[in-house]
Every structure is written in C-alpha cells, then in structure tokens.
DNA sequence: GTTTAAAATAAGAGTCGTCTAACTAATTGT
DNA sequence: ACAATTAGTTAGACGACTCTTATTTTAAAC
C-alpha cells in the first residue's frame, strides 16, 4: 500500500512531465519540501519501481508509477466536479479539498459509481481532461496560454492551469470560465496587458493572468 | 491541526466511552495497536488538551476532544449515508470507505452542504445516529440488544452495533434492518438461539448476533 | 578554460506512530 | 491474605517524512 505522500509525489511528477522533464529541484519546489527531502522520497520511489532517475531525463513515472498517478489524478478531478456540481461549492474552493478526498477511495468500484453519478464527465471544473475519458490526453496537449495569441484572434477558453483561489474567483468574476469565447482586440507593448473580449465587455488581463488561461484557437 | 491517527482515536474514545469508563488496555484491542503505542499516545492527546486520564476514570474526552470526536462521527457517518443513498453501495461496504472520508473534510461549510444535500438524516445507515441532530443522545440510551428481549415482545430494530461486513451481509439477507418489527418467538435454554418472526418470515439467531441487534420496545 | 550558478548529495537531527521484551503496579478470586 | 490475572510502564528500536547546514558535482556563461 501507498502512502499519501507518496501518491502526491507521483501526481506531481505526472503533472510537471507535461511540461518537459522533471527536474528534482522543481519538484521540491512544487511539493514546497527541502531538496533533501525529495532526493530521499525520489530513492524510496525508486526502491518500490515507481519512477526512475537519471542524470539525463531527470525523474520519470514507470508504468506502475504512471498508472497509480493517473489514477488520483482522476480522482482528484472527479471529486472536484462532485464537489461543484453536487455540492455547490465554487470552481475556486474545490482544489484543496479534492487533495484530500483523492486518497480516501479505496477501490475502482467507488470511483466508478462516483463518475456514474456525474455522468462520466470529461473534465475537472478548471477544464482539465480526467483520465480515463477519451481524448484526455490529447486535450492536455492542443491548447495554448492566451498570452500566445494576436490581436485579432478569437479563441474558446479551454482550461485554467493555476488553482490558486483568488485567481480563480476574480477569473469567475469576468466570466473567463472553460468554453468561454475570448477575442483580444489589443496587446499593449512591452509585455503590457491584453485587451479581451468576454461576453461583449472589455478587459484588460496583465501577462501572468493571460499565460494561465488555455485557449484552443477558434 | 490533528493528524488524521489522533482522530481516529479520539472517536475510538468517544464511542466506547458511550459503554462505560475507557480502559486504555481495551484502547488497544480496539486500535488493534499494542498497549505502549496507547499508552504514547494518550500522553500526546493530553499534552494537546484533548483527554484526561486518570487511574480512577480511566480515559475521558475534554470538551476540546469530545467536539473534535463528535464532529468526526458525524462526518463518517454522513459520508455513510452518501455511499448508500447516492452511490448506491450496500450498508456492508460503506464503513471502512467513510472511516478514511471523515478526515477529508476541511470545513464545517463541506460538511454542512453535504449534509443539505442528504437532507440531513438523523441516522447512518446502520441506525447509529448522527451527532448534531436533535435527540442523538437520546436515541443513544434507549435501545436494548435484541438479546435481552423474552419470548412474546415485539420490538422496532433501532440499529446494529457491528460494522462486520459479512454480519450485516448476513442481517440484510434476513431482513434485519434499522425500522424492521421483530417479535420474539421463543428462546432456547443454555443461551441457545433466539427464534424471531421479522417480514413474516421465521429465523434462529445466535446469542452473539442477537446482541448486536439494538431495539427499542415497540 | 575558468568562474559562476544551479543541482545534487552527505551528515545529522527531529517528530509521529508503531513495535517487542521485560518489568511493576493494581485488582480480584478464593 | 496471597496467588493469579489484568493493566500499565520502561527501555530501546524502527520506518516514514521532514528539516538545516555544508559540500560536491554538473552545467552554463563568458
């Protein structure tokens, strides 16, 4: 058996191999933990074959460290929809509480008959593909940061790649939620802010904000 | 912030304290951990002002434990109520799966909405009831074991004071459930079985399972 | 090809939760 | 009242996960 800590090390090495290699110093980062910790965890995940290091690649998930990782990952979303389409709460309030509730499913049963109650959704309420639903992997790949796009183009919000909450809740607030339709009628110099179109209002979003939200052209 | 051990055994605490002064070597038995593990740790959930223990009462809850213990059976037994009456698994499975649930909760607004959305039961599904609803307590005492009934008395299955999943298997096939009418029909001598009339159908209890059935009298 | 910056490793330590083995109370039954 | 059972304590240990400080290795920049 797995121990929690363990499962949030695989997911975060699942979620930052997206980007490129996982190197051992931002997985620290990631996990807010010294670098001495993780080079200990990365040997006790070595010992029970769930990743492999090397000075090239740096970390990667091994077929059984893949599976267990896409497997919170799914919970994790899964439990995000339940707790916004079930419970109600709000797309910026469910994060920290799925990290929780992902470990505390003890078989595929249980996490069958939770996505047979939400009706086998594709994504997590920020937009991010659940595994296990076709296509999933290829969503996570298509889109691209807003900040990437021309005056001119017209894009449809895919999804948000931050969880921080207040982020999420200004984000909500202008009406960029996935699905959204976005055309940006403005980029000021210098990396100053964009002017989008939402809704038929007007926004100005600084880089930062613009390189977390995930578009897939028009 | 408690670790998710110190819960578990504040409700261990909690629960057989409702049977009686709570000797640490019982403790034990009941956390399946050996008697200095209990000993360690009721030393730390003293230091953190949650127990008293004393040679004389044995182990009791402060008033900060007690709330803490209470909040937690009420969430598992909450989350008991949502893996059968909306994931539609059977009243044998759901125990273990709530046990690790409980702690995944990270504010009483969770609880609260998850409770709205189960329109807020007063029982698990086993009959025990759920803290924080009017009467809990009560309904707490006034049950008796099916065992202590004599032959003639009819009486309503309050609840079943086991989470044995082949036992409550067992129950269900018969029809002994939480709300059932049972009439006592006749008892063998030498604490032989117990013959009961339940949906019109007739069934030999031993003395062992009789007593984990809770009644009230009809 | 040095210098510098970044990444990794080594050494030593602490907390939490658990164990076994051996010992000392305390209760209880007769 | 004393032997026997039961409860509790002491001592020493270990695995999981974390830390700090210091050092070494590797890679990048000039």
Redesign the interface.
């Known amino acids: 058996m797995l121990t929690e800590v363990v499962e949030e090390y695989l997911e975060a090495i699942y979620k930052m191999s997206l980007n490129g290699p996982v190197i051992a110093a931002r997985l620290a980062e990631w996990m807010k933990v010294s670098p001495p910790t993780v080079a200990d965890m990365l040997k006790r995940l070595s010992d029970k074959g769930l990743v492999k290091t090397s000075r090239r690649d740096g970390v990667k998930l091994t077929k059984k460290g893949l599976e267990t990782a896409e497997t919170m990952v799914r919970r994790h979303r899964l439990w995000e929809r339940f ?1 916004t389409d ?4 709000h797309w910026d309030e469910v994060h ?2 799925a990290c ?2 992902e ?5 595929p049963q ?1 996490e069958e ?2 996505a047979d ?1 939400l009706g086998h959704p594709e994504t997590c309420p920020h937009g991010h593909p659940i595994p296990g639903t076709k296509g999933a992997r290829k969503r996570e790949k298509e889109a691209k940061p807003l900040s990437q796009c021309s005056v001119g183009d017209e894009a449809i919000i895919e999804r948000v790649a931050d969880e921080d909450s207040q982020l999420l809740q200004y984000l909500a607030s202008l009406g960029l939620l996935p699905e959204a339709r976005v055309a940006v009628k403005e980029i000021a110099p210098f990396k100053g802010p964009m002017l989008v179109n939402v809704c038929g209002a007007q926004y100005a979003l600084g880089q930062e904000v613009a390189a977390k939200i995930m578009v897939k052209g028009k």
Chains 1, 2 share one sequence.
């Open positions: 707790l079930i419970l109600g709460l920290e509480e929780k509730l470990h505390a499913i003890s078989s249980v008959k939770l109650i």
